[in-house]
C-alpha cells in the first residue's frame, strides 16, 4: 500500500529507506523544540505549551506535507520569524505576544488566498531581487546577534566580552567549540567524505550533558510528561484585533514576504536535490507545498507558535535516499512522539542552544553569493544588512533597503530617461506601507 501512494519503486526508493531519511531530518530540525520554547519563554509564553505546541504542529504539517503534497519535506516554525516577534515586537513593548501569535494567523490566512487563487508567483516580481535574496542573510546577521548576547559571549550593549567567570558563560563557549568541530567535521571512509548527521541536535544534548556536570543544567524529576493544561495556556490566545494597528501593518508585510520568499527558495532547491524538477526547471507540486506552508502558519499561530515552513535541514533526509511523502511522515510522526517528553526538551539552557543559533545565522550568509554586487544594485541590500547589524530591528533594515531601492531607481530613471528603470506598482506600494515604520 505505501510503495503505491508513494510510488516508491517509481523514484528508486523503499520503505526502509524512507523512514531511516525521515529520522535523520528530524534529527537535523529536533533543536526547533529547544530554540522555539526558549524564545517563546523571552516573550512570556508558557515554555512547555510552546514545546508541546510546537511538536504539534510541525508533527500535523510535516504529515501533510507527505500525503497532500507527498514531498520529502519538513515543516516546522521557522528560524527568524520567532526571534523577530520575541526580541523586535514582544520585548521591545510594540506588542503582547498574543498580538504576535494573531500576526501569524492573519499572514497564513492571507498566503491560504493568495495560493488558491495562484497569485503567489506573480507577487515575486515585487520586492527586488537582491532584496529578496538577500533577506535570508538580514535574517541571520539578526540571529546570530541575539545569539551572541543570550549566550553571554558578549556585554548586552556590545562593550566588551561576557563575564567568563560565570559557569553559564563558559559553557556557552564549549558549547560553541563543540557546535563548531560537529557540524564542520567531516570524515572520509573509502575516499568519501561524510558529515554527522544531526550536528546541531547533538551539540545541544552534549553541552547540556555538560552543563549538568557544572551545575548549570538541573535534571528534571521526570522526562515523560505531556500537559494539556500547558498548551492551553498559549493554544486560542491570538489576539486578531490587536493585529490591525500602524505599527504593526510593516511587521505584517514582513512576515508575509519573508514566509513566501522562504518557502519558494527552499522547496525549489529541495526539489532540485530530490530530482523532482521537471524538464523545464519547474516544481509541479509546488502549489501543493505552498498551501501546506500557508495552512499550517494559520493553525499554527492558533495554537501558539511562529509561522510553519518548509525546512532546509530536510536536505539531510534527502542526501539520505528519501524521495517520497514517506520520508515526511516518518519525520512527521517522530515530531509527534517528542511532545511527551517535553521535561527533557526544557531543561536544555540557552548555552546549549545560542552557538547553534550563531551556526545558523552565518550559514543563512550564504544567499549573499546569488546577489548582484554592481554598487547600484549592491548599495539597498548593504543598508539593510548594516541596519539590522548595528540597531538589531530588523523590519527597520527591511524598510531601508526597499526604500533605498526606489530612491535609487528613480535617480537612474531621471539621469538615463530609461524606463526599465522605473520601480514598478507593486515596489512602490510595497516603499509607502514599509516607511511606516519611520512615523510610528
Excluded: C
Amino acid at each position: 500500500m505505501l510503495n503505491n501512494y508513494f510510488e516508491l519503486e517509481k523514484r528508486g526508493s523503499n520503505v526502509r529507506t524512507e523512514i531511516v531519511a525521515g529520522i535523520t531530518t528530524f534529527a537535523t530540525m529536533a533543536y526547533i523544540l529547544v530554540v522555539q520554547s526558549s524564545m517563546m519563554a523571552d516573550a512570556g509564553m508558557n515554555p512547555k505549551g510552546v514545546m508541546i505546541a510546537t511538536a504539534l504542529m510541525s508533527g500535523i504539517f510535516t504529515l501533510m506535507s507527505a500525503f497532500y503534497a507527498k514531498v520529502p519535506f519538513a515543516l516546522a516554525p521557522g528560524m527568524g520569524s520567532n526571534a523577530i516577534m520575541a526580541y523586535s515586537i514582544v520585548a521591545t513593548g510594540q506588542a503582547t505576544w498574543q498580538v504576535g501569535v494573531g500576526m501569524f494567523v492573519v499572514t497564513g490566512a492571507i498566503l491560504v488566498l493568495l495560493t488558491l487563487f495562484k497569485v503567489r508567483e506573480d507577487m515575486v516580481r515585487v520586492m527586488p531581487k537582491n532584496l529578496k535574496v538577500g533577506i535570508g542573510a538580514a535574517v541571520g546577521i539578526f540571529l546570530a546577534r541575539l545569539a551572541v548576547v543570550n549566550g553571554g559571549y558578549v556585554q548586552k550593549d556590545f562593550s566588551d566580552l561576557g563575564d567568563l567567570s560565570q559557569p553559564g558563560v563558559q559553557l556557552a563557549f564549549i558549547g560553541l567549540a563543540i557546535a563548531l568541530v560537529l557540524n564542520y567535521l567531516r570524515i572520509e571512509i573509502k575516499g568519501k567524505p561524510y558529515q554527522i548527521r544531526g550536528a546541531y541536535l547533538i551539540s545541544i544534548l552534549l553541552t547540556t550533558v555538560i552543563g549538568i556536570f557544572m551545575g548549570v543544567v538541573k535534571v528534571p524529576s521526570s522526562i515523560v510528561s505531556f500537559d494539556l493544561r500547558a498548551i492551553s495556556e498559549v493554544a486560542f490566545q491570538a489576539d486578531i484585533r490587536g493585529v490591525f494597528t500602524l505599527a504593526n501593518i510593516p511587521i505584517l508585510i514582513f512576515f508575509l514576504f519573508s514566509d513566501f520568499f522562504s518557502t519558494m527558495g527552499t522547496s525549489l532547491g529541495l526539489a532540485g536535490k530530490a530530482g523532482m524538477l521537471d524538464e523545464n526547471g519547474n516544481f509541479p507540486e509546488i502549489s501543493r507545498v505552498f498551501l501546506t506552508d500557508a495552512v499550517g502558519t494559520s493553525v499554527g499561530g492558533m495554537f501558539g507558535i511562529t509561522n510553519v515552513q518548509t525546512y532546509v535541514e530536510s536536505a539531510a533526509g534527502i542526501e539520505a535516499g528519501g524521495r517520497t511523502g514517506l520520508t515526511a511522515a516518518a519525520a512527521g510522526v517522530m515530531f509527534l512522539l517528542s511532545m511527551f517528553f517535553s521535561p527533557l526538551f526544557l531543561m536544555i539552557p540557552s548555552a546549549a542552544t545560542s552557538p547553534v543559533l550563531i551556526l545558523i545565522g552565518a550559514s543563512m550568509l550564504e544567499v549573499l553569493k546569488g546577489v548582484d554586487f554592481t554598487p547600484i544594485e549592491w548599495t539597498p541590500l548593504a543598508l539593510m544588512l548594516l541596519t539590522t547589524a548595528f540597531t538589531g530591528d530588523f523590519v527597520l533594515g527591511v524598510a531601508l533597503g526597499v526604500i533605498v531601492h526606489v530612491l535609487i531607481s528613480l535617480v537612474q530613471y531621471v539621469f538615463t530617461m530609461d524606463r526599465s528603470k522605473i520601480p514598478t506598482v507593486g515596489t512602490f506600494l510595497m516603499a509607502a506601507i514599509m516607511s511606516i515604520k519611520f512615523f510610528v
